[in-house]
C-alpha cells in the first residue's frame, strides 16, 4: 500500500513541474506575441490601415489579457487603441463593452495607469455624446478631468492632458448647447495650456494650440450673444496660429455661424487644397462629408450659386472615388490580414509542436509508472472478474439443465396423463428444438408459432405459461435464442454482430438482454465458455 501511495505521489509532483513549466513558457510566449501584436497595430495605425490596426490591437489586448500585471500600461492601451477603433467604425456597442472592462479593473487598482484611465473615461463620454446622454457625458468627461489631476507619476505632461481634457469637456457642452459651461471649461483648457508652455519649448505646437483655443472661444461668444467680442477675438488671432486642416474648419465653422458665408467658403477651399496636396485624388466618404458638404453649403449661402453646381456636379465623381478607394483598401488590408494570419497560425503550429514534444518528454516516466500500476491493476481485475463469469457460468449451465430434464421427464409422460397444455408445451418444445432452429426468425412470434402448430395463438400463450413458470412468448422464445447464441459464441469465432443477427436478435438489443440474462457481455462469455 505504501508503494503505491509512493508512486501516485511522484507522479503527481512530476505532473505538477511539467504543468509549471508549460505555463511558464506560454506566459512568455504569449506577453512577446502580444508586445509584437502592440507594434504592428502602432505601425499600421500611423499608416492609417485602420482595419488591420483594429485587428493588431485586438490580438495585443487579448494577449496581454492573459496576464496584465505584467505590463498593466501595454494592455490598457491596446484595449484603448481597439476601442476607439471600433468607435470610430461604428461599433459603439463594442467600444463601451472593452471601455467598461477596462474601467471595472481601474477601480482600486494603484497599478492602473492614470493617463489611460481618463482616456478611457473621456472615450466613454464621447460614446455617451453620441447616444445623447448629454448629462452622463458631462459628468464622466469631469471624472476623466480629476483623474488627471490625481496622476502624480505624469507631471511632465500634466500640461497637455489637462488642456486636452478641458478641450475634449468644452466639445461635450458645446454638444448640448451649453454655450457658457462650455467657455468654463475653455478657461481651464487656457490654464493647462498655460502650464504646457513653461514645461515644453515646441513654440509650433503651443501656437497652434492657443488658435484652437481662440477660435473656439469666438465661436462660443458669438452663440452666447457676445458677437462685437467674439469678432474682436476672432480678428486677434494671427494666421500664423492656424496651421493645421482642423484650425481652418474651426475658422469656418465661426465664420458660418456669424453669416460671413463668403470667408467661410475660402477656408474650406483651403482645406481641400491642403488634402489635395497632401494626399492626392484620394477620396473617402469622410472627405466627402468634411470637405465638400460643408464647401456646398457655404456657396449656396453666400450667393455663389455657379461654383455651388460645379461641386454639386463633383460629388458623383467623388463619390465613385471614394467608393474605388474603399475597395481597394478594403482588399489590401484583407489580404495581408489573411496572409499574417496564415504565417500565425504556421508559427503557432510549430509552437504547439514543440509544446506537445516537451510536455511528452517530461511525461515520458509519468506514463511509464502509471502504465505499470495500471497493468498490475488490470491484471488483478481480470482475474477476479473472470472468476466471477465462470461463477455465472456455472449456474447458467445448471439452471439450463435443469429446465432441459423438467422438459424431457414431461415428455417421457404418456399422453393420457398430460392436460391439453402439457401436450401443446410438449409439440412446441419438439418445434423449437428441431433442425430448422425456427426461433432464429425475427418474425417468429405467439401468432406464427400458432399457426405452424396449427391452434389458436391464445392456447399457445397458456401453454407457454403454464409449463415454463409463467413466461411469456416473447420471453419463451428470447431464451432459446439465447442458448443457440451462447452454443455460436462458445463454438465459433464468428462476430457478435453477426451471431446477434444469426440468432434472431437485432444488433441494439442482442447486447442488452444477453447482458440481463448472463451477467455479462457476449465478448466475456466467449472468453469464459471457451477457456
Known amino acids: 500500500m505504501k508503494h503505491r501511495i ?6 503527481a509532483v512530476l505532473t505538477m513541474m511539467a504543468a ?46 492573459q496576464e496584465p500585471a505584467q505590463d498593466w500600461y501595454h494592455y490598457t492601451d491596446a484595449g484603448y487603441r481597439w476601442a476607439c477603433l471600433r468607435f470610430r467604425r461604428g461599433d459603439t456597442e463594442g467600444a463601451l463593452n472593452t471601455i467598461t472592462e477596462l474601467l471595472a479593473l481601474a477601480k482600486g487598482n494603484k497599478e492602473f495607469p492614470k493617463r489611460i484611465e481618463s482616456a478611457l473615461l473621456m472615450l466613454m463620454s464621447e460614446v455617451q455624446l453620441q447616444l445623447h446622454q448629454y448629462d452622463e457625458a458631462k459628468r464622466t468627461g469631469q471624472e476623466a478631468y480629476k483623474t488627471i489631476e490625481q496622476d502624480t507619476d505624469n507631471g511632465k505632461r500634466r500640461g497637455w492632458d489637462m488642456a486636452w481634457a478641458c478641450m475634449c469637456i468644452s466639445d461635450i457642452y458645446q454638444a448640448s448647447e451649453d454655450y457658457k459651461g462650455a467657455l468654463a471649461w475653455l478657461d481651464r483648457c487656457a490654464q493647462g495650456l498655460a502650464r504646457a508652455e513653461q514645461q515644453h519649448n515646441d513654440s509650433l505646437v503651443i501656437e497652434e494650440w492657443k488658435g484652437h483655443v481662440a477660435l473656439k472661444r469666438a465661436l462660443y461668444l458669438l452663440k452666447t450673444g457676445h458677437a462685437n467680442e467674439a469678432q474682436t477675438t476672432y480678428a486677434a488671432i494671427p494666421r500664423s496660429r492656424l496651421m493645421e486642416p482642423i484650425g481652418y474648419t474651426e475658422a469656418a465653422n465661426y465664420l458660418m455661424a456669424a453669416g460671413r458665408y463668403d470667408e467661410a467658403a475660402g477656408w474650406y477651399e483651403r482645406i481641400d487644397s491642403t488634402y489635395l496636396a497632401t494626399d492626392g485624388a484620394k477620396m473617402t466618404f469622410d472627405n466627402i462629408a ?13 450667393g455663389r450659386n455657379a461654383d455651388a453646381q460645379v461641386l454639386a456636379d463633383s460629388v458623383s465623381a467623388a463619390i465613385d472615388s471614394a467608393l474605388a478607394w474603399q475597395k481597394q ?48 491493476r488490470a491484471r488483478k481485475y481480470n482475474k477476479v472478474l473472470l472468476e466471477k463469469n465462470r461463477r455465472l457460468l456455472a449456474e447458467i449451465e445448471k439452471c439450463e439443465h435443469e429446465e432441459q430434464q423438467t422438459i424431457k421427464l414431461l415428455k417421457a409422460e404418456p399422453e393420457d396423463v398430460l392436460t391439453a397444455e402439457q401436450q ?67 463454438t465459433t469465432n464468428d462476430s457478435v454482430a453477426l451471431i446477434a443477427e444469426s440468432s434472431g436478435f437485432s444488433r441494439s438489443s442482442f447486447y442488452r438482454i444477453f447482458c440481463d440474462a448472463y451477467g455479462m457481455s457476449p465478448s466475456d462469455y466467449r472468453k469464459v465458455a471457451k477457456k
Open 290 to 302: 468634411t470637405r465638400l458638404s460643408p464647401r456646398y453649403t457655404a456657396y449656396r449661402k453666400a
Open 6 to 11: 509512493y508512486i501516485i505521489l511522484l507522479c
Open 424 to 490: 401443446l408445451f410438449c409439440r412446441i418444445c419438439d418445434l423449437m428444438d428441431g433442425p430448422g432452429h425456427i426461433y432464429t426468425d425475427t418474425g417468429m412470434d405467439r401468432k406464427r408459432l400458432a399457426q405452424l402448430l396449427g391452434t389458436n395463438e391464445h392456447y399457445v400463450s397458456d401453454a407457454i405459461s403454464a409449463c415454463a413458470d409463467g413466461k411469456s412468448v416473447n420471453i419463451f422464445l428470447n431464451d432459446y435464442r439465447l442458448r443457440y447464441a451462447a452454443h455460436l459464441l462458445a
Open 20 to 65: 509549471c513549466t508549460h505555463c511558464s513558457e506560454k506566459n512568455d510566449d504569449e506577453s512577446s506575441e502580444a508586445m509584437a501584436d502592440y507594434q504592428r497595430a502602432l505601425a499600421y495605425d500611423q499608416g492609417w490601415q485602420m482595419k488591420l490596426a483594429e485587428h493588431y490591437y485586438r490580438k495585443a489586448y487579448q494577449g496581454f489579457a
Open 329 to 376: 483598401n478594403d482588399a489590401a488590408e484583407l489580404a495581408i490580414i489573411y496572409q499574417t494570419q496564415e504565417k500565425e497560425l504556421a508559427l503557432n503550429e510549430a509552437k504547439s509542436e514543440t509544446r506537445i514534444h516537451r510536455i511528452l518528454l517530461g511525461a515520458a516516466i509519468l506514463v511509464i509508472l502509471l502504465i505499470g500500476y495500471l497493468f498490475w
